[in-house]
């Protein structure tokens, strides 16, 4: 391994060591972790370009799993919020054919898989690179015959809730949010971090470079080229402080469903649903008439 190499690794390791400490130190996690009063100022949100989508041998056209990333809005370092959030349409003949074998009605026609994880953030000064940390995790998996009744689900259903200890390093610049690195540690895997360089043209290409630390010691560091180079780009929002902010995340037939960042729409008083929608928790629902 190489001296440069070696110098990137313990500078990445410094400064996620020193926001792991600043959350560590404080009285109380959870006031840590508690989201501020209302605000008047935009906020952020970075959302997956190119969402995962799903094998359509099993599921609909549309079916993917998605990330959104929000922060408070103003400062340097504060509450941030992750969700990822896989919509699942079943295909109707898989549906119908493992119902029919087994005759039961094992599987649903939609499925929503939501985990959202809570932490910190921290901008360098140029405000140019962010870093995440997240500390806890709400896990839960609902499922629905129709859109309208597994919304209902969502709702009712609480999340589970786990400790976990994980970073991002993202890179903001205009319209884009860029992840240039992530990573996991705990008491029995140790930290694993994978690092990516995007490569600008044929003769630099992309790569990744996964590194497995134990007892702040690199036991494995391997550089790989196959990545989906598309989960690292998103797009970088800013809201509005008194309009709803949503986004599309799938369509069947004239049904319209889309996505409302919760924290980001909880900062201030936003307008209510436009005309014709429908608001079912963190999502909306539209028919669409044309």
Not at 137 to 164: A, D
Not at 165 to 184: A, H, K
Not at 244 to 253: D, R
Request: hydrophobic residues 30%; glycine residues 6%.
């Amino acid at each position: 391994m190489s001296s440069q190499t070696q110098e990137y690794t313990r500078f990445h390791w410094l400064i996620w060591f020193l926001i792991f400490f600043s959350i560590c130190s404080c009285q109380s996690l959870n006031s840590l972790l508690s989201r501020d009063p209302k605000t008047e100022i935009p906020a952020s949100v970075l959302f997956l370009k190119s969402p995962r989508k799903m094998n359509l041998t099993f599921f609909k056209e549309g079916s993917s799993h998605y990330r959104c990333i929000q922060w408070e809005p103003g400062k340097t370092t504060g509450y941030a919020e992750k969700i990822e959030l896989s919509f699942i349409a079943y295909d109707p003949s898989f549906t119908s054919n493992i119902n029919s074998e087994f005759g039961t009605d094992l599987v649903e026609s939609y499925k929503l898989i939501w985990n959202r994880k809570v932490g910190k953030f921290q901008r360098d000064k140029t405000d140019k690179k962010i870093i995440f940390v997240y500390k806890d995790s709400f896990f839960k998996e609902v499922k629905g015959n129709t859109i309208e009744s597994l919304l209902e689900n969502q709702i009712t259903l609480k999340e589970n809730k786990s400790s976990i200890d994980e970073m991002e390093v993202f890179e903001l610049s205009g319209e884009t949010g860029i992840l240039l690195e992530e990573g996991n540690r705990s008491e029995i895997g140790g930290e694993n971090r994978w690092s990516h360089n995007i490569g600008s043209n044929q003769f630099f290409t992309s790569s990744s470079t996964f590194t497995k630390i134990t007892n702040q010691t690199i036991v494995t560091e391997h550089t790989s080229t196959h990545y989906d180079y598309n989960q690292l780009s998103y797009e970088w929002n800013e809201t509005e402080p008194n309009k709803l902010f949503f986004k599309l995340i799938y369509k069947e037939n004239n049904l319209l469903l889309y996505f409302v960042p919760p924290y980001t729409n909880g900062l201030t008083t936003k307008t209510k649903e436009p005309f014709g929608y429908k608001r079912m928790g963190d999502f909306l629902l539209k028919e669409d008439l044309k």
